[in-house]
């Protein structure tokens, strides 16, 4: 069975702190995805990664940044929360192709 | 540039009946598309996918869904709702001709089912 695992299921932190958010796969994906989920828009892709060291930015990128040194992790920064950025993050992983994506549980991260 | 359109916000649906839960498509070549569910506090889950060939897919826990390219719509059925399946689902496209991986999902539909 394909494992993604986020480093928190519930987060909160204060307006302007940097902010780390992990994922870990084992099934050894070449490719690696960050989305937020918000009520009425669905889910929204931040950043992906199709390889290790590269990046490419989704849909929202702005105040996020990522970084992928090993193929089975991928964080999500966020250089100085805002209270715009309180959501639901999940992230996925799949191999190449037509292959689906696999999430993780997700981090509801509150800043206040 | 794909887009996905899920035009219900909620379908509610009795036990026993058959559902259906909608999805229309917008890509500039042959898609690939997926349907997910999320239940409560939980990721999303992969249902099932269309790749190529026999235009009804058949996935798991009873959904299938059918792939109709000249009304660009992908929707997902199943023939006998259970109050289990009550979720919120989603529908993904993806551009087979497109250089990298990345989906673009829809809103989300939540299905009701009633006892």
């Known amino acids: 069975d394909v494992k993604v695992t986020q480093s928190s299921r519930y987060l909160v932190k204060r307006t302007g702190e940097k902010v780390f958010l992990e994922c870990v796969q084992d099934?050894?994906?070449?490719?690696m995805f960050w989305y937020r989920q918000d009520p009425g828009l669905g889910l929204r892709l931040i950043y992906f990664?199709?390889?290790?060291?590269?990046?490419e930015k989704g849909d929202i990128p702005e105040g996020y940044s990522v970084s992928r040194e090993k193929k089975e992790r991928f964080s999500l920064i966020l250089e100085s929360a805002s209270t715009n950025q309180t959501s639901m993050y999940l992230c996925?992983?799949?191999?190449?192709?037509?292959?689906?994506?696999?999430f993780g549980p997700g981090t509801r991260l509150t800043v206040t | 540039a794909q887009s996905v359109a899920q035009p219900e916000d909620q379908v509610n649906v009795a036990e026993g009946n058959p559902l259906t839960v909608k999805c229309t498509y917008s890509v500039s070549g042959n898609p690939y598309l997926f349907w997910y569910v999320q239940y409560p506090n939980r990721g999303l889950q992969f249902l099932l996918k269309?790749?190529?060939?026999?235009?009804l897919v058949k996935g798991s826990y009873g959904f299938e869904a059918e792939f109709n390219k000249s009304q660009t719509s992908f929707h997902l059925k199943k023939p006998s709702a259970l109050v289990s399946d009550s979720a919120l689902y989603f529908c993904?496209?993806?551009?087979?001709?497109?250089?990298?991986?990345?989906?673009?999902f829809g809103k989300g539909i939540t299905l009701s089912v009633r006892p």
């Open positions: 993904a496209v993806r551009d087979r001709g497109g250089a990298n991986s990345k989906l673009t």
């Open positions: 099934m050894d994906h070449e490719n």
């Open positions: 269309y790749i190529t060939g026999d235009n």
């Open positions: 990664s199709y390889d290790v060291k590269m990046k």
């Open positions: 996925a992983s799949s191999g190449q192709g037509a292959r689906e994506q696999y």
